[in-house]
């Protein structure tokens, strides 16, 4: 296992998160994702500590606050030594009726750290992200509310996930302006059969030094192998919570170049794909997923693949963005400089 840094902070996190939405589901959307209890999470993270994962990360909406507090209550079980571990969580969605429980504002981000603490069984959170942008309150209230939460020390690090490019630099440049808490990470969704972040969020993460944490690396089990273009496959999450949407030809046609050499090396498909992702410079830590204690050594043993330079060429191949303005507007015009 290795470590990087996250962001432009001193923090080392390691190059793969134990993802936590199959905790505690029991029915509807989070009950088709994962049904995990103590037991078995306890397990799963007992595994991926002893795996060298130091990093895990959890939000407040999965399963209604049930993920975060079998999170909490597996690291007292376990005993595990705070500094040893680097907890994240989220906050944004809905948790109550009311009109002011959901969303960004401060009211809700202040009650609802609070909450999570609570849950976690601990006395701060090392990276705290805005789960999504929330259109209804200003940015700066976002951010003054964050950087509250870290002068308290309730909070030693921010995060954004699923902000476009635009809004997380206009988030930058006020936080600098006003002084405030930096942000540090990003957790987005990445994977060969969705490369969309390529247009506009990698060249932003190259240009701020900001982190990327990748969400749902497999694209909901798609590029796991159990799937085939002849419409065959294996009963997974994808049966009955089809989500996130991808290009499925594209998709496909990654599978097939991913099984050939998964076959050369005796690893699984899934191996490759999450390989892929670390080969990318611009990925801090992928954030990977289980049911099972077999899923999760799976994964782990995507750090011991190396993709040669010919493999990679080959996956970028198959599965490249198709070229859109500016893009393409922008590659031309910069030739004469990139050439002086």
Request: aromatic letters at 8%; a negative charge.
């Amino acid at each position: 296992m290795r470590y990087r840094r996250l962001g432009p902070s001193g923090l080392f996190v390691s190059e793969l998160c134990l993802g936590t939405m199959t905790f505690g589901g029991s029915e509807g959307m989070w009950g088709k994702i994962g049904q995990l209890g103590q037991t078995e999470v306890d397990g799963l993270v007992g595994n991926a500590l002893e795996a060298g994962i130091n990093f895990i990360d959890t939000a407040n909406v999965y399963a209604g606050g049930e993920s975060e507090r079998l999170l909490g209550q597996a690291l007292k079980n376990l005993a595990v030594p705070r500094e040893d571990v680097v907890i994240a969580t989220k906050v944004l969605g809905p948790m109550g009726a009311g009109v002011n429980a959901r969303g960004a504002s401060r009211y809700h981000i202040m009650e609802q750290c609070k909450a999570s603490l609570a849950r976690l069984q601990l006395d701060h959170i090392d990276l705290y992200q805005i789960h999504g942008f929330d259109p209804a309150t200003p940015i700066v209230e976002t951010l003054e509310a964050l950087d509250t939460l870290v002068r308290q020390g309730h909070v030693r690090y921010l995060g954004l996930s699923n902000w476009a490019a635009w809004q997380i630099v206009r988030a930058v440049g006020i936080a600098e302006a006003r002084r405030l808490a930096p942000i540090l990470s990003l957790q987005a969704y990445y994977t060969l059969a969705g490369r969309d972040l390529e247009r506009e969020i990698v060249p932003m993460l190259k240009e701020t030094g900001i982190g990327l944490m990748v969400w749902s690396p497999l694209a909901g089990g798609f590029l796991s192998g159990k799937y085939d273009r002849d419409g065959k496959a294996a009963d997974g999450r994808r049966a009955s919570f089809d989500f996130p949407p991808i290009d499925k030809d594209r998709a496909y046609d990654a599978i097939e170049a991913m099984r050939g050499m998964a076959e050369v090396r005796g690893c699984s498909v899934a191996q490759i794909a999450l390989a892929w992702l670390l080969h990318q410079e611009v990925v801090t830590s992928v954030i990977i997923g289980a049911k099972r204690a077999d899923q999760l050594t799976d994964n782990i043993g995507a750090t011991r693949v190396e993709l040669t330079a010919d493999e990679l060429t080959r996956l970028d191949a198959v599965t490249r963005l198709p070229a859109e303005y500016p893009g393409w507007m922008l590659e031309r015009q910069g030739e004469y400089r990139s050439q002086s």
